[in-house]
């Protein structure tokens, strides 16, 4: 079951802050990127077919987030194996998040119940946040579908920021 929208932090709100070791094993917190918009996004699974598509989208996009002044962050519960094969094998040079623990899935209340044929388990929510230069929900995106979404939220960086 989707996590209800209310349990997602809020526009308006501190974001909450986060630690936690990238693809390369490098600890990255969310105020390291004080003073720039952050797009941090939430997926299931490296290397599956809507992973990917919502990846490769952010990374074809890259240069016009960058000349935005934004950083894009994307968060699964992968290793870091499971990230760095994944960027190598798509080119991403965006930073993926390490969310083994789901932690950081679960302060932003997109580690929720799913279900698949049936049964039913644990999982994240792909959602994205719009973080601003202060550290501030921006904009939410509570339920995202990978095609497109990139845009969207570059949309979005114009719009409110």
Request: hydrophobic fraction near 40%; include cysteine.
């Amino acid at each position: 079951m989707p996590a209800e929208v209310d349990q997602l932090p809020k526009v308006g709100t501190k974001a909450p802050a986060i630690s936690v070791k990238d693809g390369a094993g490098k600890t990255v917190k969310l105020s390291d990127f004080n003073g720039k918009p952050v797009v941090l996004y939430f997926y299931p699974k490296d290397d599956t077919p809507g992973c990917t598509v919502e990846a490769k989208e952010f990374q074809a996009s890259m240069k016009t987030f960058e000349k935005a002044g934004a950083v894009v962050i994307g968060v699964s519960p992968d290793s870091q194996k499971s990230h760095c094969k994944f960027a190598e094998k798509f080119g991403l040079t965006f930073t993926l998040l390490c969310d083994e623990d789901h932690a950081v899935a679960e302060k932003y209340g997109l580690w929720v119940e799913k279900s698949m044929y049936g049964k039913k388990y644990m999982g994240v929510q792909r959602a994205t946040f719009l973080i601003d230069g202060d550290g501030k929900i921006a904009k939410v995106w509570p339920k995202v579908k990978p095609e497109g979404h990139a845009a969207e939220v570059l949309a979005a960086i114009k719009e409110v920021l």
